[in-house]
Structure formats: C-alpha cells, structure tokens
C-alpha cells in the first residue's frame, strides 16, 4: 500500500500546484483588503469560490488519476500484481485527498492567519470565516470519488456515464447550507458534517465497488433492435423532463424579479375598516406622496370568496394592516452597516455580540466596540464574548432590538441601555401619521410577538408623554411603554401574522396560510379571540413561486424531504419536530403529501420498468421497488445506471431472444450451440474441445 | 487431469458490442508446457489472454490459471504468475531501478539477480529513465519485471512486437533459460513464427474467435501435408478434399495444404483430375501460413472458389 502511495503521490504531485494556483487565487479574490470590501459576504464569497474551484480540482484529479491508470495496458500492468484492487484504489483514494486537501487547506489557512493577522483593529474578519469553505471543500471533495466511479463503470458518456457526478450534488447542497446556517450552533454542524461524510463515504463504497467489481468490465454490450419510434418518444419525454426540471430549477433561482409582474401598479391585500371588519381590498399609488388609495374590495365573511373588483361603499375607510415580522439571527460573522453613527464611521455588527464602529480615514480605523451590557471600548471585543446579545434589528441610530430585549444607546457616550426583555419572535415597527390642530404628528408603537402573545408598545418621551415626539428622532431622548397585551395565538401552522391596534385598544389579526383565519379580541371586553375563518383570497407571485419551489421537493425523495423537514426544524432553533408538529404539517401541506405520494408511485412504476428492461429477476425488482419508496425518481435512475442492459441473440431452440450473458436459454432452457466444426481442428488427446469440456463440467 | 492443467478454458465467450471476438474457446494447457498462442490481428488473443488473466470479463464461460478462477484471482494467485502485456507497459517517469523497487515491493517472491541479469543481456542502465529507452531495452525491463517476480505462469502477450532482432534474440535466451527447468509453464503469444518454432513445445491457432490447433509442435507438424496438384485453380472441386487448410496457386499448380492426411485425401485429389500428385515439403511456419490465410479469405484465390 505504502508503495502504490508513494507511486500514485509522485505521479500526481504536478496536480497539487494546479490546485494550490487555482484555489489560491480565487480566494485571494475573495478576501477583503480594505474596509469596503469587508463585512456580511466575506465568509459567502469565500465558500462560493472554494466551491467553484475546489468542484474543478477534485473532478479534475478524480478523472486524471483514473484515467491515467484505466487504460487497456497501463490497467494490465497495474492490476496484475500481489496486491488486491481494493488497495490500488485506496491508493488513489489517499493520494489524491492528501493533494486535494493540501491545494484546498492551504490557501484556506493563509487566508485564515492573514485574517488573524489583520486583526479587528483594521478589518471585521475573523480566522473563523473560512469555516464554511472549509465545509464545502469537505463536500466538494466527492467529485474526486465520483470522477473515479465516473471512469471505472461501464457505459455510454451520453447514456448513464455521467451520472455519478450528481449525486455529489446533494452533498454539495448541504455544504452550501452551512453558509446559511453558519450561527445556528454546533448541533446543526455535526449533522452537516456527519451528512456530508455520509454521503462521500457512500460514493466511496460505490467508487471502489466499480473498480473492483465493474473494472474489467470494459466495452458495452450490443444493443437489442429497437423500435426507433419507441426510442424517439422516449427520448422526447426525458427531454420535456429534464426541460421541467431545469425550469423549476430557473424558476427557484431567479426569483420573482423576473416574472411577469403586474404593471397596473394596483396592490390586493387585506384591510380593516373602522368598525373592525376585515376586507380584501385593490390599492393603487396615485401619487408618492398621496400613499396608497383603495379602490374597489369586498368584505371577508365566513367560508366566502371575496370578489375584490366589487365596488367599496361611499364613506368607508378602510386602513392597511401591518406586519409581523421574524426578529432574525444574524447569519454571518459581521453584518454590515448597522446604522449611522457619524458622517465617515461605517458599523459592522459582530455576532459575538457587539457594535464595531470603523473610521475610514483614521489609522487604525476601529474606532468603538459597543457591547449591551457596558460602555463603548475601543480595541478587540473578543475577551467580551457574549454568544446570546443580536444587535440587528434598529430603528433609528439609538433604538435596538434583539431576540431577547430592546435597547437604546445614550447619546455621544454610546452607552447601551435596556429597555425590556422579553423572548422576541416577530415584531413589527408602526408610524401613525395622524393630523391634530392642522398638524400632521407622527406616532410611533412596536409589536412584538413574545410567547404566543402580542404586545403593544409605544414610544413616549422621556418624561413618559402619551407620544415620542418626532423632534426627538435620533436622540436618546425617548421612552417605551408596553399599552396592551393580547392573549395567546391559537397553535396553528400559519405563514404571515398581519395585525391591527385600534385607538379603542382593539387587536384585529390575520393568520395567513392555506387555512387563513380573522381574529379579534377588545382588551376591554374581551376574554379570549374571536376566530373567523375565510377562504383565502390572494395568490400573489411570491405564493406561486414558493410552491413551485416547494413542489420540487417531493420530486427528489421521501429522505430529503425529511432531512430538510429536519434541519428546517433544526435550523429554526425547534428541538426535534412534535408529533403535532407532523400532524399540522400533514393537514396543512396535504397537497405535497398528495404530490409526493404520486411521485412515489411513479417511481415505482418506473423501477419496475428500468428493471424489466435490465431484466432483472423478481426478488431484486421487489428490491429496488423498496428504495423507490425511499429515493423517489432516483431510483428508476440509479437502475438504469448500475446494470448494464444485456443485449440479446434468437435461440435456435424456441426462436425467442435469450441473453447471450447466460449459458442456458431463460425461455426454453437450451444450451448454446457449438460452433460447427470446420474440418480442419487438430488437437491432441485430451485437450481438445471435448477433453477440456468433460474434465469440467460445471456451468455459469 | 484438471490438476494438470496450468490454463483451462470452458465454452469462454466474450462479445464487444454486436461482434463475437472469443466464440466459446475450449483450451487446456499442460502444466510445464511453452506454448505460443498464433492467429492474426483481431483473431482474439489479446481478449483471450486478458479473459484468462481476469482483467476482462467474459461474456460466458470461465477459465482457470493454475486451478483458480480467472476471474476470482486473489493477490496472492497472481504472484505465481506472470504477465507482460502487450506493448510493454512501463511508468515512462520512472527509472529502471524504481520500476524495480515498485515492482519487488507487490510481489512476495523477488530475485534480484534474475532481475540484474536479464536487464544486462538487453545492456540496459539500471539508472535510466524508462521514458529514454529504446523498444528493445524497454521489452527487456519488462520481461526482467516479470521473470524476477518468479512465476510459475508466464503469460506474454506478442513480447517481441516491434523488437530488433537483436532484442528478439535476448527475449528468446532469456525465456529459454527461465523454462530451463521443466517446471513453469509459459504461454507466448506472438506473429514471429521462428522464433515461435524456436521457443515452444505446443502450439495454439486462433481464427475468428474459435481455437483450431492445440496440439504439440511436432503433432503439428506431422499432422499437416502440403501437395502440389494440376488441376483448375478456380475448381469448386477442390473443397471436396477432406482437411483442406487452404489452398494457392504457384506456376501453374495449385498447391494445397491439408490436415490430417491419409489415403482417402489422396484418392479425393486424384478424384478432382489431378494428373500428376506430388507431396511437398512443409515447415512449421508455411503450416501455420496456411491456417491464418485460410481465415484471411478475402485476398486468396481460396474465397473466390467460394469458401
């Protein structure tokens, strides 16, 4: 083995400085040098370029290795020797991870020290933002195997040659995940990684089976006559297929922005009047600065379907509901621009808990490091690591809130100060425009969804005055207090909270979802929601490419459905998905589950069919019909690639096509015939055709 | 008597595409035997050897080296045996003294002197990059790589390919002093028919996939007459002969090889209207000629008597 290693790693050493170029300058491209360039994509643009080069290497030294070694003699020569092909390939293995993970690690390390070495002081980048590259290169390193089972199996390049190569792809996915999810903890990361292992050590069984097994198996079987109808049909359909697929795939990828849009710059959308019904109503910007004007809807009533062309009766006002939305996470080391401090000073969120403020023009630019629990420090805020404080989301240059509370910063000093805490899952930010004594006054309150609960606060000034004044905008110079507080949310798997607060301290909600509901509740009055539910009027673009987008996922299989139900669970910060979890799921997405088990049996039929024509015996269709259930249209595919499909001669006994793979007919049984003698056959006793034949006389 | 067999073969078949390359080959190989294996290009004895070295599949049938099956050799079966393959393959990066080292650290059994002696009849220098010898010299550090690993089977596929003759002449030295011993059996594949003649004990022919001959050089020749005729070279007749290998025409007479003579073949040639009957000399080589034309029928007068 020590041999074969040491051969393969002097043959293919040249490949490492191909890498280590390759690999090098990319993420010299993506590093930042100035501060510009620094902040939210470093990490991102890192991963992005290690995934580009590192796919290009690994596939690359997969095919170089094996194909150097693959050919007809240089195969003969490498494969007779005293040593099994399992350890050849192995060989290979090693070799070619040693110099993949040297032309990958390396400039990953350089990029890394000279992270470390810039220090926070000049650049919001720290050592750990090569993590996720580092992940994807793990991940990309399946091209190397995958080139290698590419090469090692049978087949045609345009038939099912190239198959290997996708199933990297899912791998690959879950290492670009981890640029998402990079924040959500180390539980999530073992599985990533474990995934990630899982699935290269799957192609690395695969890859060594097709060396070991499949390698002498060169050169492809005839094909039986078929009927070219027949063929082009086929081929019609798998074009349509790939032609959908790859339009989903479009679809999911550019987004609604290219999608025709409606141009009548009319938006539909709920509304409530001032008595407190709910409306499903068409606005229209006449003029920016008039806002938006609502011209024509109907009234939501129970289990109805608005008509929203319906003329709005005379005197009706009707106002827009707000939105509810997610407090999130930040999902990377450093978010960029957290507010605006002073004229030259650019801010970066570090998620360690802390508020970097950089001057451009001073050397070196960092400037303050504002944490929430005390006063600004200039310097390094890695010995103040606080994994749990989220600055994010702001309103203003002195008003904060995270998951856990809500914070003002004082003045000139930047001294943090908490307002509240309270575990935040939405919120929402509401400025009232309200005319008083021919004075236009701004309000402002924020909702936050705590708990089930919503909670109403309002910003006062500092001596607690029913409003905020505007006047005071950019200043520490306001209160919050909290005016109402709703009851619990019914459990329910919605999509969008809207809401409205009435003067008359009135909540009105909306659960949008497949299943909308209308809740009200009067703090004065009331004890508990009032629910109302209503067929769902609106199938805005966003819901349609949403549930392309969704739709996909049936279509790969039952595992990654689940894996993603998974780590979508997983990734929201949920412990493992409740039973009622399952159940709502179930309720509410039935049309997936119907879509999915569609698929499911498509698959099955597809199975049954892929191996019908590779003529496999009963027991291993039932097989592969199992794992149809399981890995949906990966299946018929994985069929179609693994066996060869055996090509067929007529038996002179029944006149019916037989495998010319099998010593006895399939159909009748009959035995080859021998090739007639020609008269001219001169052997010695014992050796010829009959004396070898009778010596051994058992069968394939 | 399987047991005494170094190479078996049963109803091995093996297809490339539509085209059957090896049509259900029988083959036995006496144990301590030196056996060429002749036919011509594309009669399948690359395939065959590679089915029977387990570096291909067959389609149908297995064969067995040294007992084992083909396809079933472990690492250890096939350090006992040995095998060049055509073209002599080496690592062209490699010096003659790595190649060495590689080759002694996959193989348990290695002689060194074997190996130093055989690379000195081709006046090869140990410290040379493979990539700068000549055919020859790259021909000899093969057959040293091979013969140095001490094989009971020698398996070589057409080693004298493109060689010189004084390269051929080494090669042939060098294969006569490793069967020295009665005991390894060598199967050559090979075109060079005196060398052939000069090196093995029994003989293969392989035309169009199918085996013809496997016999003991001496059975062959004994076995294969050649005579001289008068009679119309375009005579359809002339397939009447029993045995007939091939038949052409030289001055005037057609000049038939036939297998397995014996006095009804001669009542048959004078039956067709020879007048004059006349038995000629026959080498090995001429023998061999005749089987691998007969197969090639598209140039003789042979096909257009409609073969």
């Given at each position: 083995m020590?041999?074969?290693l040491e051969?393969?790693?002097?043959?293919n050493?040249r490949?490492?400085?191909?890498?280590?170029?390759?690999?090098?300058s990319?993420?010299?491209?993506?590093?930042?040098?100035?501060?510009?360039?620094?902040?939210?994509?470093?990490?991102?643009?890192?991963?992005v370029?290690?995934?580009?080069g590192a796919?290009l290497?690994?596939?690359g030294?997969?095919?170089?290795?094996?194909f150097?070694?693959?050919?007809?003699?240089s195969?003969?020569f490498?494969?007779?020797?005293?040593?099994?092909?399992?350890s050849i390939f192995?060989s290979?293995l090693?070799?070619?991870a040693?110099?993949?993970?040297?032309a990958?690690?390396?400039p990953?390390?350089l990029?890394?020290?000279?992270?470390?070495a810039?220090?926070?002081d000049?650049?919001?980048?720290?050592?750990?933002?090569?993590?996720?590259?580092?992940v994807?290169?793990?991940?990309?390193?399946?091209?190397h195997?995958a080139?290698?089972l590419?090469?090692?199996r049978?087949g045609?390049?345009?038939?099912?040659?190239?198959?290997?190569?996708?199933s990297?792809l899912?791998i690959?996915?879950i290492g670009?995940?981890?640029?998402?999810t990079?924040?959500?903890?180390p539980a999530?990361?073992?599985?990533?990684v474990g995934l990630?292992?899982?699935?290269?050590?799957?192609?690395?069984a695969a890859?060594?089976?097709?060396?070991?097994?499949?390698?002498?198996d060169e050169?492809?079987?005839?094909?039986?006559?078929?009927n070219?109808?027949?063929?082009?049909?086929?081929?019609?359909?798998?074009?349509v297929?790939?032609?959908i697929?790859?339009?989903?795939?479009?679809?999911?990828?550019i987004?609604?922005?290219?999608?025709?849009?409606?141009t009548?710059?009319?938006?539909?959308?709920?509304?409530?009047?001032?008595?407190g019904?709910?409306?499903w109503a068409?606005?229209?910007e006449?003029r920016?600065?008039?806002?938006l004007?609502f011209?024509?809807?109907?009234?939501?009533?129970?289990?109805e379907?608005?008509?929203?062309r319906?003329e709005?009766?005379?005197?009706l006002q009707?106002?827009?509901?707000?939105?509810l939305?997610?407090?999130?996470?930040?999902?990377?080391?450093?978010?960029s621009e957290?507010?605006?401090?002073?004229?030259?000073?650019?801010s970066?969120f570090?998620?360690?808990?802390?508020?970097?403020?950089?001057?451009r023009?001073?050397?070196?630019?960092l400037?303050?490091?504002?944490?929430?629990d005390?006063?600004p420090?200039?310097?390094?805020?890695r010995?103040?690591?606080?994994e749990?404080m989220?600055?994010?989301?702001?309103?203003?240059?002195?008003?904060?809130?995270?998951?856990?509370?809500a914070?003002?910063?004082?003045?000139?000093s930047?001294?943090?100060?908490?307002?509240?805490?309270l575990?935040?899952?939405?919120?929402?930010?509401?400025i009232?425009?309200?005319?008083?004594?021919?004075?236009?006054?701004?309000?402002?309150?924020?909702?936050?969804?705590?708990?089930g609960?919503?909670h109403?606060?309002?910003?006062?000034?500092?001596?607690?005055?029913e409003?905020?004044p505007e006047r005071?905008?950019g200043?520490s110079e306001?209160?919050?207090?909290?005016?109402?507080?709703s009851?619990?949310?019914?459990p329910?798997?919605?999509?969008?909270?809207r809401f409205?607060?009435?003067d008359?301290?009135?909540?009105?909600?909306v659960l949008t979802?497949r299943?909308?509901?209308?809740?009200?509740?009067?703090?004065?009055?009331?004890?508990?929601?009032t629910?109302?539910s209503?067929?769902?009027?609106?199938r805005?673009?966003?819901?349609?490419v949403?549930?392309?987008?969704?739709?996909?996922?049936?279509?790969?299989?039952?595992?990654?459905?689940?894996?993603s139900?998974?780590?979508?669970?997983?990734?929201n910060?949920?412990?493992?998905?409740?039973?009622?979890?399952v159940?709502?799921?179930?309720?509410?997405?039935?049309?997936?589950?119907?879509?999915?088990?569609?698929?499911?049996?498509?698959s099955?039929?597809?199975t049954?069919?892929a191996?019908?024509r590779?003529?496999?015996?009963?027991?291993?269709?039932?097989?592969?019909?199992?794992?149809?259930?399981?890995?949906?249209?990966?299946?018929?595919?994985?069929?179609?690639?693994?066996?060869t499909r055996?090509?067929?001669?007529?038996?002179?006994?029944?006149?019916?096509?037989?495998r010319?793979?099998?010593?006895?007919?399939e159909?009748?049984?009959?035995?080859?015939?021998?090739?007639?003698?020609?008269?001219?056959e001169?052997?010695?006793?014992?050796?010829?055709?009959?004396?070898?034949?009778?010596?051994?006389?058992?069968?394939? | 008597?399987?047991?005494?067999?170094?190479?078996?073969?049963?109803g091995?078949t093996?297809?490339?595409?539509?085209r059957v390359v090896v049509?259900?080959?029988d083959l036995?190989v006496p144990?301590?035997?030196v056996?060429?294996?002749?036919g011509?290009?594309?009669?399948?004895?690359?395939?065959?050897?590679?089915?029977?070295m387990?570096?291909l599949?067959?389609?149908?049938g297995q064969?067995?080296?040294l007992?084992?099956?083909?396809?079933?050799l472990?690492?250890?079966?096939r350090?006992?045996?040995?095998?060049?393959?055509e073209?002599?393959?080496l690592y062209?990066?490699?010096?003659?003294?790595?190649?060495?080292?590689f080759?002694?650290?996959?193989?348990?059994?290695?002689?060194?002197?074997?190996?130093?002696s055989t690379v000195r009849r081709?006046g090869?220098?140990?410290g040379?990059?493979?990539?700068?010898?000549s055919?020859g010299?790259?021909a000899?550090?093969?057959?040293?790589?091979?013969?140095?690993a001490?094989?009971?089977?020698?398996?070589?596929?057409d080693?004298?390919?493109?060689?010189?003759?004084?390269?051929?002449?080494?090669l042939n030295?060098t294969?006569?002093d490793f069967?020295?011993?009665?005991?390894?059996?060598?199967l050559?594949?090979?075109?060079?028919?005196?060398?052939?003649?000069r090196?093995?004990?029994?003989?293969?022919?392989?035309?169009h996939?199918?085996l013809?001959?496997?016999?003991?050089?001496d059975d062959?020749?004994?076995?294969?007459?050649?005579?001289?005729l008068?009679?119309?070279?375009t005579?359809?007749?002339?397939?009447?002969?029993?045995g007939l290998?091939?038949?052409?025409?030289?001055?005037?007479?057609?000049?038939v090889?036939?297998?397995d003579?014996?006095?009804?073949?001669e009542?048959?040639?004078?039956?067709?209207?020879?007048d004059s009957?006349e038995?000629?000399?026959i080498?090995?080589g001429?023998?061999?000629?005749?089987y691998?034309?007969?197969?090639?029928?598209?140039?003789?007068?042979?096909a257009?008597t409609?073969?």
């Amino acid at each position: 083995m020590r041999t074969l290693l040491e051969k393969e790693l002097r043959e293919n050493h040249r490949w490492l400085w191909v890498g280590l170029a390759l690999i090098g300058s990319l993420l010299w491209y993506a590093t930042p040098k100035t501060l510009v360039e620094g902040g939210e994509p470093t990490e991102s643009l890192i991963a992005v370029l290690m995934l580009l080069g590192a796919t290009l290497f690994a596939l690359g030294l997969g095919v170089m290795q094996s194909f150097a070694d693959l050919r007809t003699a240089s195969r003969s020569f490498l494969f007779h020797r005293s040593v099994s092909i399992g350890s050849i390939f192995y060989s290979k293995l090693i070799s070619g991870a040693i110099i993949y993970f040297v032309a990958a690690g390396f400039p990953l390390c350089l990029v890394a020290i000279w992270f470390s070495a810039q220090g926070i002081d000049y650049l919001p980048v720290r050592p750990i933002q090569v993590y996720p590259a580092a992940v994807v290169a793990l991940a990309c390193f399946g091209f190397h195997p995958a080139a290698m089972l590419m090469l090692a199996r049978s087949g045609k390049w345009f038939g099912t040659k190239l198959l290997p190569l996708f199933s990297v792809l899912p791998i690959v996915a879950i290492g670009i995940a981890t640029i998402t999810t990079i924040l959500h903890g180390p539980a999530l990361h073992v599985l990533i990684v474990g995934l990630i292992l899982l699935g290269n050590s799957i192609l690395v069984a695969a890859a060594k089976h097709a060396w070991v097994v499949s390698v002498a198996d060169e050169g492809s079987f005839p094909k039986q006559p078929v009927n070219i109808a027949l063929k082009v049909t086929l081929s019609f359909a798998a074009v349509v297929f790939l032609a959908i697929v790859i339009w989903f795939q479009v679809v999911a990828a550019i987004g609604v922005g290219w999608l025709p849009t409606d141009t009548s710059n009319t938006i539909e959308d709920y509304a409530i009047d001032t008595d407190g019904s709910l409306w499903w109503a068409k606005s229209k910007e006449i003029r920016l600065e008039a806002g938006l004007v609502f011209i024509s809807g109907d009234r939501l009533r129970k289990d109805e379907t608005p008509d929203v062309r319906r003329e709005l009766p005379e005197k009706l006002q009707l106002g827009h509901l707000g939105y509810l939305t997610g407090v999130r996470r930040p999902d990377s080391y450093f978010v960029s621009e957290m507010g605006w401090f002073k004229k030259d000073l650019t801010s970066y969120f570090d998620c360690r808990g802390s508020v970097l403020l950089y001057d451009r023009t001073l050397t070196p630019p960092l400037q303050a490091c504002i944490a929430r629990d005390g006063s600004p420090f200039a310097g390094d805020p890695r010995s103040r690591d606080n994994e749990d404080m989220f600055f994010y989301d702001k309103r203003g240059p002195s008003f904060w809130l995270d998951p856990i509370g809500a914070y003002r910063t004082l003045g000139p000093s930047l001294k943090v100060e908490t307002l509240f805490e309270l575990p935040i899952q939405a919120k929402a930010h509401v400025i009232r425009h309200e005319s008083r004594a021919n004075k236009v006054e701004t309000r402002e309150e924020i909702t936050i969804l705590s708990d089930g609960k919503l909670h109403i606060y309002r910003l006062t000034d500092k001596d607690d005055n029913e409003w905020f004044p505007e006047r005071a905008r950019g200043t520490s110079e306001f209160s919050i207090r909290e005016i109402a507080v709703s009851p619990p949310l019914p459990p329910s798997t919605w999509k969008d909270i809207r809401f409205h607060f009435s003067d008359d301290s009135k909540f009105s909600v909306v659960l949008t979802g497949r299943r909308p509901c209308f809740l009200t509740y009067d703090s004065k009055s009331d004890t508990n929601w009032t629910v109302t539910s209503f067929r769902n009027p609106e199938r805005d673009m966003n819901d349609n490419v949403q549930n392309v987008v969704f739709s996909i996922l049936p279509f790969l299989s039952s595992i990654v459905v689940a894996i993603s139900f998974a780590i979508g669970m997983l990734s929201n910060g949920s412990s493992l998905p409740s039973i009622d979890s399952v159940k709502y799921f179930l309720q509410d997405e039935y049309g997936y589950v119907i879509l999915g088990t569609v698929v499911v049996l498509l698959s099955m039929i597809g199975t049954c069919y892929a191996c019908q024509r590779r003529m496999l015996s009963r027991s291993e269709t039932i097989r592969w019909c199992c794992w149809a259930v399981l890995l949906g249209v990966a299946t018929p595919i994985a069929v179609l690639s693994i066996y060869t499909r055996p090509a067929c001669a007529r038996c002179m006994g029944c006149e019916k096509k037989r495998r010319i793979d099998l010593r006895k007919c399939e159909h009748c049984g009959c035995e080859w015939e021998r090739p007639a003698p020609m008269g001219i056959e001169i052997f010695d006793d014992g050796l010829g055709c009959e004396g070898v034949r009778e010596v051994v006389s058992h069968g394939i | 008597m399987l047991n005494d067999l170094a190479i078996s073969a049963q109803g091995l078949t093996r297809y490339f595409d539509d085209r059957v390359v090896v049509d259900q080959l029988d083959l036995g190989v006496p144990r301590g035997s030196v056996t060429g294996l002749l036919g011509l290009n594309g009669a399948g004895k690359t395939t065959t050897l590679r089915m029977l070295m387990g570096l291909l599949t067959p389609t149908r049938g297995q064969s067995q080296l040294l007992g084992k099956d083909s396809q079933q050799l472990t690492a250890e079966d096939r350090a006992r045996i040995g095998y060049t393959v055509e073209g002599h393959f080496l690592y062209g990066w490699m010096t003659v003294r790595q190649s060495e080292k590689f080759q002694r650290e996959t193989f348990p059994r290695w002689n060194s002197a074997m190996f130093e002696s055989t690379v000195r009849r081709f006046g090869i220098d140990p410290g040379q990059k493979i990539r700068v010898l000549s055919r020859g010299q790259r021909a000899g550090v093969s057959l040293a790589l091979t013969l140095a690993a001490e094989p009971e089977l020698l398996i070589l596929d057409d080693p004298a390919l493109g060689l010189d003759p004084v390269s051929r002449a080494a090669l042939n030295e060098t294969l006569l002093d490793f069967c020295n011993d009665g005991m390894r059996t060598v199967l050559l594949s090979s075109h060079l028919l005196d060398d052939i003649e000069r090196v093995v004990d029994r003989v293969l022919v392989m035309v169009h996939g199918r085996l013809v001959v496997n016999t003991t050089i001496d059975d062959f020749r004994n076995r294969i007459s050649s005579w001289s005729l008068e009679v119309p070279p375009t005579s359809r007749a002339i397939h009447a002969i029993p045995g007939l290998v091939f038949a052409k025409q030289r001055g005037g007479r057609t000049i038939v090889t036939v297998a397995d003579s014996d006095a009804e073949t001669e009542a048959a040639m004078m039956r067709i209207g020879a007048d004059s009957l006349e038995r000629l000399p026959i080498t090995f080589g001429e023998a061999v000629v005749a089987y691998l034309s007969q197969s090639r029928a598209s140039d003789s007068f042979f096909a257009n008597t409609g073969a």
